[in-house]
């Protein structure tokens, strides 16, 4: 059963760093992409940030980059997020999802339950 | 950047309605369209992929259509479960993704 459980949020000031965490099992993970989709509270979706197979291509929603790094470690099968400079406009649930190639292109098919990561002072 | 735009953003229907969402794209995207569902407090679900691609476990009460700009979910009959937030997602600019702004399905 696919699996992917999200860890490290919670409250963070202003212009602090966090880093989550993704832990997939289930699945081959080194054969996946990988990517970052958040929610903020009672609003829609919004794609973060995604990393290709061995990580070498990582790509970013405007608003996050230079602040935001996604990468993974096949080893221990997990992806994560470190995010610097953090802001109040970034506080939402963060959903770890898996990348499956359908009809040619990339869909998530599997999402994590999210972690909340409220920038406060 | 490639937009969408969905219609309704809340809706409100029976048991056993036929109901449609529609999604917008500001430019062409071909088939590259998702629709995702939501209930509070949990992830989102794959429903449709390739604009009308069912997902396996999906009902067949679910369908989609549509290419280039404009698009459509439908549910033939509305079920209890099926009361959630749905979404729709462009692929044409891969790899960069974005969702359409949702449309709540509320009980009548």
């Known amino acids: 059963e696919v699996q992917l459980v999200e860890s490290g949020g919670g409250l963070v000031q202003p212009g602090g760093s966090l880093r989550l965490s993704c832990a997939a099992s289930?699945?081959?993970?080194?054969?996946?992409?990988m990517a970052w989709v958040r929610q903020a509270p009672g609003k829609g979706l919004e794609w973060v940030a995604s990393?290709?197979?061995?990580?070498?291509?990582?790509y970013y929603v405007d608003s996050v980059k230079g602040r935001f790094t996604i990468f993974r470690d096949d080893a221990k099968n997990s992806l994560y997020l470190q995010m610097n400079s953090l802001r109040a406009e970034d506080t939402a649930v963060y959903f770890c999802?898996?990348?499956?190639?359908?009809?040619?292109?990339?869909?998530?098919?599997?999402w994590g339950q999210g972690t909340l990561v409220p920038v406060s002072s | 950047d490639i937009q969408l735009t969905q219609s309704p953003s809340f809706l409100s229907a029976s048991v056993g309605d036929r109901v449609t969402i529609t999604c917008r794209a500001s430019?062409?995207?071909?088939?590259?369209l998702a629709w995702y569902q939501q209930k509070p407090g949990k992830a989102p679900n794959l429903l449709i992929c390739?604009?009308?691609i069912l997902q396996s476990g999906v009902p067949s009460r679910f369908s989609g259509s549509g290419s280039g700009t404009e698009f459509a979910l439908t549910i033939s009959s509305l079920q209890p479960e099926d009361f959630a937030t749905y979404y729709c997602?462009?692929?044409?600019?891969?790899?960069?993704?974005?969702f359409g702004q949702g449309t709540k399905v509320e009980i009548k």
């Open positions: 997602q462009q692929l044409g600019a891969y790899p960069l993704w974005t």
């Open positions: 289930g699945f081959s993970f080194s054969t996946y992409w």
């Open positions: 430019q062409d995207i071909s088939n590259y």
């Open positions: 390739a604009a009308s």
């Open positions: 990393i290709k197979e061995a990580g070498s291509e990582t």
């Open positions: 999802a898996r990348g499956t190639w359908l009809q040619s292109k990339l869909y998530f098919d599997y």
